[in-house]
């Protein structure tokens, strides 16, 4: 498949999943790895093997691109009673840097409707020399509240720049994606780094980078099944080189090449990745991502789909 940048768009209109998350904070505020050091960092992963609680959560980026396509606003309120009553346990949204105490409303959000604080999703200019500290600093700031509020998990996808990064870059990006994720560990959070097809150009370079200049210890892996092969890399490879850095999953399926309504079979064999998750007692936070793209058939609502795709992670996941 050649690489191409994400279509992450629809037949109403274009909003990137950036944009999309920019906008999100308001959203929000108003309805409210394989060594020695791995086995110590992911001590806590494994108290819960073979029994850990599955928990299953949903990306709050395709509700937002339904609302867009239905000419609705987002009601992250409604989005969260909708999970509730389908079945799942978490909704995981953008995390808010600029205001953190809105984070803390969020889980407040999500327990008092049923659900819990699991996962939350950013960015950074993590490549930049004269910025990476200081956005270092500031999302750390922003995740001691996370902490405190009971989140475990942040996923980071480093911010693209329309080009190939520099070995330069990526070496920057890499030393603060380390400084990142020790900061997180020592707030009891786990740092996921999270990709699109960007990173995956080039053989992966970039994907392949973030991962084999860090320490497993601090730098996780948050396996957005999908993008990953879409990038061309299989998930069975992928999680035979850096399964063990998996701290959280975004599942998402494909039919020929094009977005599925639901999660259910398709491209990606869930089968094979859940026997491997299975087998390797991987950490069993699944998020499911629905998401629509040029082709996208829409045939039911997005509340059927999510209960639907429930239904498929039960199946797929958990028997």
Same mark, same amino acid.
């Given at each position: 498949?050649?690489?191409? $940048?994400?279509?992450?768009?629809?037949?109403?209109? $274009?909003?990137?999943?950036?944009?999309?998350?920019?906008?999100?904070?308001?959203?929000?505020?108003?309805?409210?790895?394989?060594?020695?050091?791995?086995?110590?960092?992911?001590?806590?992963?494994?108290?819960?093997?073979?029994?850990?609680?599955?928990?299953?959560?949903?990306?709050?980026?395709?509700?937002?691109?339904?609302?867009?396509?239905?000419?609705?606003?987002?009601?992250?309120?409604?989005?969260?009673?909708?999970?509730?009553?389908?079945?799942?346990?978490?909704?995981?949204?953008?995390?808010?840097?600029?205001?953190?105490?809105?984070?803390?409303?969020?889980?407040?959000?999500?327990?008092?409707?049923?659900?819990?604080?699991?996962? =939350?999703? $950013?960015?950074?200019?993590?490549?930049?020399?004269?910025?990476?500290?200081?956005?270092?600093?500031?999302?750390?700031?922003?995740?001691?509240?996370?902490?405190?509020?009971?989140?475990?998990?942040?996923?980071?996808?480093?911010?693209?720049?329309?080009?190939?990064?520099?070995?330069?870059?990526?070496?920057?990006?890499?030393?603060?994606?380390?400084?990142?994720?020790?900061?997180?560990?020592?707030?009891?959070?786990?740092?996921?780094?999270?990709?699109?097809?960007?990173?995956?150009?080039?053989?992966?370079?970039?994907?392949?980078?973030?991962?084999?200049?860090?320490?497993?210890?601090?730098?996780?892996?948050?396996?957005?099944?999908?993008?990953?092969?879409?990038?061309?890399?299989?998930?069975?490879?992928?999680?035979?080189?850096?399964?063990?850095?998996?701290?959280?999953?975004?599942?998402?399926?494909?039919?020929?090449?094009?977005?599925?309504?639901?999660?259910? $079979?398709?491209?990606?064999?869930?089968?094979?990745?859940?026997?491997?998750?299975?087998?390797?007692? =991987?950490?069993?936070?699944?998020?499911?991502?629905?998401?629509?793209?040029?082709?996208?058939?829409?045939?039911?609502?997005?509340?059927?789909?999510?209960?639907?795709?429930?239904?498929?992670?039960?199946?797929?996941?958990?028997?």
């Amino acid at each position: 498949m050649s690489i191409q $940048t994400p279509a992450d768009s629809i037949s109403r209109g $274009t909003q990137s999943r950036r944009d999309f998350l920019a906008r999100l904070g308001a959203v929000t505020a108003l309805g409210v790895a394989g060594d020695a050091s791995l086995a110590t960092s992911l001590a806590g992963e494994a108290a819960l093997a073979p029994g850990q609680k599955t928990l299953v959560g949903s990306n709050i980026y395709g509700w937002g691109q339904y609302a867009q396509r239905d000419n609705k606003k987002l009601d992250a309120a409604e989005v969260i009673s909708a999970l509730r009553d389908t079945g799942y346990d978490y909704l995981e949204s953008n995390m808010d840097a600029a205001h953190p105490e809105e984070n803390a409303r969020f889980a407040d959000q999500l327990r008092a409707k049923g659900l819990q604080p699991v996962s =939350l999703y $950013t960015g950074g200019r993590f490549h930049d020399a004269a910025q990476a500290g200081g956005v270092v600093a500031r999302l750390l700031a922003a995740a001691k509240v996370c902490a405190q509020a009971g989140f475990a998990v942040i996923s980071c996808n480093p911010d693209p720049i329309g080009r190939d990064k520099t070995d330069e870059e990526l070496k920057t990006q890499a030393a603060a994606l380390e400084e990142f994720g020790k900061g997180l560990d020592g707030l009891g959070l786990k740092l996921g780094v999270h990709n699109h097809t960007p990173e995956m150009a080039n053989h992966a370079r970039e994907f392949h980078y973030n991962f084999d200049h860090t320490s497993p210890a601090s730098v996780g892996f948050c396996f957005d099944v999908h993008w990953v092969w879409k990038g061309g890399v299989q998930p069975l490879d992928a999680l035979e080189q850096y399964g063990r850095r998996v701290v959280t999953w975004h599942l998402r399926q494909s039919r020929q090449g094009i977005w599925w309504e639901d999660l259910d $079979t398709g491209d990606i064999d869930y089968a094979a990745v859940a026997r491997y998750a299975k087998a390797h007692q =991987l950490p069993r936070r699944f998020s499911v991502e629905l998401a629509l793209e040029n082709g996208t058939k829409i045939t039911r609502s997005v509340i059927e789909n999510h209960r639907r795709s429930r239904e498929f992670v039960r199946e797929v996941f958990e028997s």
